[in-house]
């Protein structure tokens, strides 16, 4: 069984701080990897992929990937409330395997 | 009309009614997906159709039922369905394969 873990939260960070997400996933074979942001009562919006190991920058997120440790994760810069969502991170294991998502709180 | 684009929005039905569900995609993706979003689960993968053709059925009932006529176009035909298939069915799309996957807004199904 192919699983894809995230800490369920709530993740509560002050505005203009950093926010981490981290997602752990089973299958080693995995190649790309995916953050979705969900507002409540919205669909996922896609907002960063990565395929290789290493950091990959676009504007106040980073996506982070070490395949060794079969770990992924979303660093957002200077947090702001309207970054308070649930964010699903999704591994490509011949298909999607979609997270349960971590609720992240932006507090003022 | 943009990206990916669902109707209706929100559905109500009866466990004895047949109803459908519409996706169309305006991105000239040769993949679409069907997925059911229920809470405190992941996503669940219902359907995969690539360049028109299932490629994937994850054991869905068969009161499920899908339809794809031609690559911007699918539907999900409903009937008989039990109170515990309330939840979002959203519809996604890709270029090809499980690649960056773009959503619709999602149908909200509640089955009374």
């Known amino acids: 069984q192919k699983e894809v873990e995230q800490n369920s939260g709530p993740l509560s960070v002050p505005e203009g701080a950093i926010a981490s997400l981290n997602c752990t996933y089973s299958?080693?074979?995995?190649?790309?990897f995916f953050w979705y942001r969900q507002y409540s009562g919205k669909s996922p919006e896609l907002i960063m992929f990565?395929?290789?190991?290493g950091d990959k920058e676009d504007g106040r997120f980073t996506a982070q990937l070490n395949k060794a440790s079969q770990y992924v994760s979303l660093l957002i810069r200077d947090s702001q409330p309207s970054d308070s969502a649930t964010y699903l991170c999704?591994?490509?294991?011949?298909?999607?395997?979609f997270g349960t998502g971590t609720r992240l709180q932006v507090f003022p | 009309e943009t990206g990916v684009t669902q109707t209706p929005r929100h559905l109500v039905m009866g466990m004895t009614n047949k109803k459908s569900l519409k996706c169309e995609q305006h991105?000239?993706?040769?993949?679409m997906y069907w997925y059911k979003q229920s809470a405190k689960k992941p996503l669940e993968l219902m359907f995969v159709?690539?360049?028109?053709?299932?490629?994937e059925n994850n054991s869905v009932p068969s009161r499920f039922s899908p339809e794809c006529p031609n690559s911007s176009h699918l539907f999900l035909h409903l009937h008989t369905l039990q109170p515990e298939d309330s939840a979002l069915y959203l519809c996604?799309?890709?270029?090809?394969?499980?690649?960056?996957?773009?959503f619709g807004p999602g149908t909200r199904l509640t089955v009374t």
């Open positions: 990565i395929y290789s190991n």
């Open positions: 299958d080693r074979g995995s190649q790309s």
């Open positions: 159709y690539s360049l028109e053709e299932r490629v």
């Open positions: 996604a799309s890709s270029l090809e394969g499980p690649s960056e996957q773009y």
């Open positions: 991105l000239g993706h040769n993949a």
């Open positions: 999704a591994v490509n294991a011949d298909k999607l395997i």
